[in-house]
């Protein structure tokens, strides 16, 4: 489990490092807020897959400015809540929105 936790925080920190340029381009953000963004989205994402509730195959991360956008599908109400929870305790998380969609 430790492997496949390193190679999914691997393979996320390198993917928002190579399109870190992009952001920059555009102009939406400075360079260093767009490594911490970075860093706060695959944290969350980390945190999802070693959580037992929270799928997190299903529930997309996005992050600007420190502020967490949630959005996919849970299985319930539980999972919804703890994926909140688990990004407003997260370090340099401004706020959190939730656009989750509980599935019936």
Known sequence: MKYAR???FAAFTSIALISAGCAVVRGQETAS???DD???TTSIKAKFIDDKIVSASSISVETLNGTVQLSGFA???AEKTQA?????KTNNVRSVRNDIVVRP
């Open 33 to 35: 807020s767009y490594v």
């Open 38 to 40: 970075a860093a706060i």
């Open 6 to 8: 390193a190679i999914a």
């Open 84 to 88: 909140e929870e688990i990004a407003r």
């Open 75 to 77: 299985k319930n109400a």
